[in-house]
């Protein structure tokens, strides 16, 4: 039998971080894969990673151990599919609005009789070293983790109905796009004060209906906030900006040691 961490792990009631990979190289995916997060997820909608990317990035995260998520582009339920018969523990889909696109969602993500998903999983069968179809089969519908993404007012309205939905694993705040939906578009603030208790309302619809809560951390700083509101899944910045800040602690810490902040050009 084969195991997926990350429903095995948000189901034990674990906070899982997952870091935020939008530059499609694999060297850099495997950097972040053999680090200390829980999870690693691989951006198709405003990141850099496309088909063939993704193809190679969730083998390399799923030969580390770690989770292997991918946010598929807006719409693309059949990149959705896709993702799983690559071997992807979980998929997060963008702007579900509605219990229509719920729906489709779900379908897209789960054999019948539960969803349409279409059988096509030899892939996933092998790079998780499954003993065959039928175990994959048997197993995935509830191993692996769909994550509806609740980022507009019309999704917040419908989000007890859409965590209702069987098949549908949990909720995923988009803080950035939720804010922009908040002040009628007039700010776009992931850590918008005024919509908290919004935000709070979301993790506890996915509560109430036994499902996981979700969302983006766009500062460190409020993971806090949000474990206290019930998230437990949490994606905790972009690579390119791990990256970068990396670059400026080292070099800080470099000159405070030395007493020295002339430039570091050349060598």
């Not at 084969?2 to 095995?8: G, K, V």
């Not at 850590?191 to 109430?208: F, W």
Request: a negative charge; charged letters at 20%; proline letters at 4%.
């Amino acid at each position: 039998m084969f195991d997926y961490t990350l429903q095995a792990r948000l189901i034990a009631g674990e906070t899982v971080y997952t870091v935020w990979s939008s530059v499609p190289e694999n060297g850099l995916v495997e950097l972040f894969a053999q680090g200390p997060f829980g999870a690693v997820t691989l951006d198709m909608q405003h990141g850099g990673h496309h088909e063939h990317s993704v193809l190679s990035g969730l083998s390399t995260v799923i030969h580390s151990g770690k989770a292997a998520v991918v946010r598929v582009p807006l719409g693309r339920m059949d990149m959705a599919s896709r993702a799983l018969d690559m071997g992807a523990d979980a998929i997060i889909a963008p702007m579900i609005n509605s219990v229509q696109d719920a729906v489709a969602f779900r379908d897209a993500v789960k054999f019948p009789p539960l969803g349409g998903r279409s059988w096509g999983a030899s892939r996933a069968v092998a790079v998780r070293g499954i003993a065959g179809g039928n175990e994959y089969l048997a197993t995935s519908n509830v191993r692996t983790v769909s994550f509806a993404m609740i980022e507009t007012r019309e999704a917040f309205d419908r989000v007890s109905e859409i965590a209702a939905i069987d098949g549908i694993d949990g909720l995923f705040v988009g803080p950035a796009d939720f804010s922009i939906a908040w002040t009628g578009g007039k700010s776009v603030d992931p850590g918008l004060p005024e919509m908290d208790e919004a935000v709070a309302s979301i993790a506890a619809a996915a509560r109430d209906a036994g499902k996981h809560a979700g969302i983006f951390v766009a500062n460190p700083a409020m993971a806090r906030k949000y474990h206290q509101m019930g998230f437990r899944f949490m994606a905790l910045g972009f690579d390119v900006a791990i990256v970068a800040e990396g670059q400026k602690a080292i070099l800080a810490m470099a000159e405070e040691a030395s007493g020295d902040n002339g430039s570091s050009a050349g060598y």
